[in-house]
């Protein structure tokens, strides 16, 4: 059939119902062909945009990202475009402050580097030539020079090239064999082979000329900056007359494992000087600096409790004269996820996770009134200059598509396509957040989304899906890896349910489950499934699957031996991928100790009770649910044996199952291919189990 390709009249398209040019769902085919859009930046002036636009080969094999641009002056609403050439691979653009020029990174030449490009198009220019990759930066405020980010040995300072044959002559050494003698021995997906993090600054050269060295700055700051494996540029900031940088690090000794002391420490951006540790007073955590536009207060979020990494970001102002600290809006009950400042100097603009949601919060710096700038879905990234907002928003129905709106979020303008635009011919399932009362009679919300080709009257199947961190969520957002809309799209129903832990529900609520994994979220989830089936009809409750990863994995592995009698609501199917099995050993295993010490109260040899008593590896007995086991060999978070180890007991008594291996992924599924076999390899379970 081809009607999505026949010409029609208008007046007969807008009668025509919306399934008549649906054909199928979505499919996870659909979901890594997408393009995605990202990194939207403007010009000072707010008059231009620049944004990242990926996309995929058509062996949906690699994917390559290019820059676009847009002139949100023109009269004529031109439509973006491409900025950097055909066959550059390119993240992290920025505008000089005349924008004029927008600078990126790249390894066109090899190795990540500084390039720059006209705005009004042009052919790149490369900046750095430095013996290591430059993997973050940040222009000062004139524009003359740069701070930036790479890895280096201690003892080699700013000689990069003495951190590069340090690196060659250990991997060409005869013997293989690496000797520590504190952790982290690894971390994420990565083994340690000694190198820091360090912030370097470099002037930038004039035409034709390479920066070739730079100077080493904060030289005594005791630990990475940015923080591995996923710190960026926002965790170091210009003061504005450019004579210093503020970093935030954590002490690189043997206690970093099971800390989340974060300092911010203010250095010399020419190298010299006396380093100063500006919030050496609180133990916890502190980061994303930002100054104000006359340099005389620090702003930045801040933790209060030692150790806990899904604490509330306090949104805080140090005057850098006193020192004195206040808490800015300390009656806002969410954590800010980032400080961007208003031109005069009033107003902090931040996301923050909120009922199911993740808007865009403009707070008042005098009263610490917040208020919902902008919403409907998750606000991914925003950057506000001139009288322009421009911002990235997915929902349940679409990546990440950018806008650009008046400051006050008004009249937003849809820069880039949403992903029924991208994907022709594919419907997509409808959503609805309900609620119900919890553990504790609190209310506790949740989402439902309808299969793709619903119809009134008729029960569908269930994919049950339990998100991890645990301090987490599964809101009205988009996901590359776990995507309703996958399952909607095979014709299932999805439930998901933000249980006591989830974030942007009230610090009380994301702490009630610390040393209650198995209790109040289980609680939550029985309820939460319960009410669903109660509210929405075409819910088959008798046809069912659960699904999750991380601590979701661990809620699968818990279920497995706590929630399948016929009373409770038998599930017909299991799927636990990177779930912890042990959590004695997972205490013993994992890298960032501070999580299992924190969520079980103590080591496992201080709290070997807080470890056992909500162990799936203590109900292995009581398992009878077929159950697919998916694991990736890189993950050092919960290393493979934990799904080695589910999948042996599994086998051991002869209940139906399968192990998905990966020797290629961590924590995450991330290639494209692997991504395409874990959905099929997924799909095919449900399908097996409760029909499509």
Not at 552 to 560: E, H, L, Q, R, S
Not at 676 to 685: G, P, R
Request: proline share 5%; aromatic share 12%.
């Amino acid at each position: 059939m081809k009607l999505r390709h026949a010409v029609l009249p208008a007046a007969l398209l807008l009668a025509l119902p919306a399934i008549a040019f649906a054909q199928r769902g979505f499919e996870v085919r659909d979901l890594v062909k997408l393009d995605r859009y990202s990194s939207p930046t403007l010009s000072a002036d707010g008059r231009k945009l620049v944004f990242a636009k990926a996309t995929i080969d058509d062996k949906l094999a690699k994917r390559s990202t290019s820059l676009w641009i847009e002139d949100l002056a023109a009269r004529d609403a031109a439509p973006p475009k491409r900025l950097t050439p055909d066959g550059w691979n390119v993240n992290s653009p920025a505008f000089s402050p005349d924008g004029a020029t927008v600078y990126f990174l790249s390894a066109k030449s090899g190795s990540s580097q500084l390039y720059a490009i006209p705005a009004a198009g042009g052919t790149p220019r490369q900046l750095t030539d430095l013996a290591a990759d430059v993997e973050s930066y940040k222009l000062s405020p004139d524009g003359t020079r740069v701070a930036f980010g790479a890895g280096a040995f201690a003892d080699c300072k700013a000689d990069f090239k003495c951190s590069k044959d340090k690196a060659e002559a250990a991997d060409k050494a005869k013997a293989s064999g690496k000797l520590f003698d504190r952790m982290f021995i690894r971390h994420w997906d990565t083994w340690n082979d000694g190198r820091l993090n360090r912030v370097f600054v470099a002037t930038l050269p004039g035409a034709k000329a390479k920066v070739a060295s730079a100077a080493l700055v904060g030289a005594d700051v005791p630990g990475d900056v940015p923080s591995k494996p996923f710190g960026d540029s926002g965790e170091y900031a210009w003061s504005p007359d450019g004579k210093s940088l503020v970093l935030s690090a954590r002490k690189a000794d043997r206690a970093e494992p099971w800390s989340t002391n974060f300092d911010l420490y203010l250095v010399s951006a020419d190298g010299t000087g006396a380093t100063r540790n500006l919030t050496a007073a609180n133990p916890a955590w502190d980061t994303g600096p930002a100054f104000s536009a006359d340099g005389k207060t620090l702003y930045y979020r801040a933790m209060k409790r030692p150790g806990f990494e899904a604490d509330r970001f306090a949104l805080m102002a140090m005057d850098l004269g006193s020192g004195a600290t206040r808490e800015i809006a300390a009656d806002w009950d969410r954590s800010a996820d980032g400080i961007t400042l208003s031109d005069d100097g009033k107003t902090i603009y931040t996301t923050a996770q909120d009922l199911g949601e993740h808007p865009l919060f403009a707070v008042d710096i005098a009263s610490g009134k917040a208020s919902k700038l902008m919403g409907e879905g998750t606000i991914s990234a925003f950057e506000i200059a001139g009288q322009t907002l421009a911002f990235a928003r997915n929902t349940l129905k679409s990546g990440d598509q950018l806008f650009a709106a008046a400051l006050d979020g008004q009249s937003p303008r849809a820069i880039t396509p949403d992903a029924s635009a991208m994907a022709s011919g594919v419907s997509f399932g409808d959503f609805e957040q309900f609620s119900f009362k919890g553990w504790d009679g609190d209310t506790v919300y949740g989402y439902v989304v309808k299969p793709w080709n619903y119809t009134a009257g008729k029960k569908y199947p269930v994919a049950f899906l339990i998100h991890g961190g645990p301090q987490g969520s599964f809101g009205n957002g988009w996901s590359y890896r776990w995507n309703p809309q996958t399952y909607a799209g095979q014709g299932y129903a999805v439930v998901m349910i933000d249980f006591h832990g989830s974030t942007g529900y009230g610090q009380k609520f994301t702490d009630a489950i610390s040393q209650h994994w198995g209790d109040r979220p289980l609680e939550d989830l029985q309820k939460g499934w319960k009410a669903a089936q109660e509210k929405y009809a075409f819910l088959d409750g008798g046809k069912a699957c659960a699904l999750g990863a991380s601590y979701g994995g661990f809620m699968v592995n818990w279920i497995a031996g706590n929630w399948h009698t016929p009373a409770s609501g038998a599930w017909k199917c299991l799927v636990n991928h990177d779930g912890v099995f042990d959590q004695r050993m997972m205490g013993y295993s994992t890298e960032e100790l501070w999580f299992t010490e924190w969520e079980q109260g103590g080591t496992p040899y201080e709290k070997p009770a807080a470890y056992e008593k909500f162990n799936p590896v203590n109900h292995v007995k009581d398992w009878r649910v077929p159950m697919l086991v998916i694991h990736g060999q890189q993950d050092f978070r919960i290393p493979v044996e934990q799904g080695i180890g589910a999948f042996t007991a599994l086998q051991r008594q002869g209940i139906e199952s399968k192990f998905l291996y990966f020797p290629d992924e961590n924590h995450w599924v991330l290639k494209p291919q692997n991504s395409i076999l874990w959905h099929d390899t997924v799909n095919a379970w449900l399908k097996q189990h409760i029909g499509n």
